[in-house]
């Protein structure tokens, strides 16, 4: 029964945020961050592989899935802020230690957690996830771009590209080796989420707000050259966000980090989801399991 996923939600500030929770509540827990344009809902294999041992924990930010989605007007999205909501559920939950899994906007979140309470973090798990901006221009960042110099509502405006079916879409698909393995309803499900009044414009937002990290990028580069926390990476090769030369830099801050790529694209879990549950289960098993 421990291994059953429930799903809940907790208060804070103001918003009703989402958030699947599974496992003993004694066990070490395993904080889940999803990317975009997605939810927790990318978690959903991967959560009953880990509970029988682990307390995983994996919530939808403000603004996706099914937490509230409170207006731009009276709700500041950014990462510091989305960062400090899941900072007070933790709180809300007795959590004082914590594995994150890393993955896109998830990234953005739990380098903040991190610098924020590195006694905290007992290991990281990066999967296609943010650190080194300096590898990222041109690909999928190219249409971006010029958003990020200016801010302008002609480039922001052009950038509503990243919110198109098309581009939801393309980001499960491109670099998968077998597109039968991929669940349409994926992105079927994320895009009707975006496609709601006003998220267009949060998602924008903190699409913008990816290009202005480097402050908290270099303090989480300092945690991982200082604390070297246990980390597993394994993350989708064929990526056009986060390629595996850019997941590669983490060897500079991480050397003794596990390193797999897989031969995949973005959305890993839904192509090689039973090889990461393996690679994290003898990960965890060695560096923060209780027993």
């Known amino acids: 029964m421990r291994e ?40 959903r294999n991967l959560i009953p592989q880990l509970a029988d041992r682990y307390h995983v924990i994996a919530p ?11 207006g731009r007007e009276n709700f500041s999205y950014d990462f510091d802020h989305i960062a400090d909501i899941v900072d007070e559920l933790l709180d809300r939950l007795n959590v004082r230690e914590f594995t994150p899994y890393m993955m896109d906007f998830g990234g953005s979140i739990g380098w903040r957690l991190a610098v924020k309470h590195p006694e905290r973090i ?55 080796g077998d597109p039968s393995l991929m669940d349409p309803d994926c992105w079927l499900i994320d895009q009707t989420l975006l496609d709601r009044p006003g998220v267009d414009e949060i998602m924008l937002d903190l699409l913008y707000d990816v290009s202005k990290q480097e402050k908290v990028f270099g303090a989480a580069k300092e945690f991982l050259r200082k604390e070297q926390p246990p980390a597993l990476i394994a993350t989708g090769a064929n990526d056009t966000v986060f390629p595996e030369s850019n997941q590669r830099m983490f060897l500079n801050d991480l050397p003794h ?26 990960f965890l098993d060695r560096n923060v399991s209780d027993s």
């Open 60 to 70: 939808d930010y403000p603004g996706f899935g099914h937490s509230e989605t409170p």
């Open 122 to 176: 007992k290991a990281v798990v990066l999967q296609n996830a943010p650190l080194y901006p300096e590898g990222d221009e041109g690909g999928f960042w190219e249409d971006i771009l010029p958003y990020w110099r200016d801010g302008s509502a002609e480039h922001r405006d052009a950038a509503r590209s990243y919110v198109t079916p098309e581009c939801t879409r393309d980001q499960y698909l491109h670099g998968v």
């Open 257 to 282: 980090a596990e390193f797999h790529a897989l031969d995949t694209g973005h959305f890993a879990l839904e192509e090689k989801g039973s090889e990461i549950a393996g690679l994290m289960r003898s």
């Open 4 to 43: 059953q996923t429930h799903f809940r939600t907790e208060n804070i500030d103001g918003v009703e945020v989402f958030y699947r929770e599974a496992g003993p509540e004694d066990a070490p827990v395993i904080l889940l961050l999803h990317g975009f344009p997605t939810s927790s809902r990318m978690f």
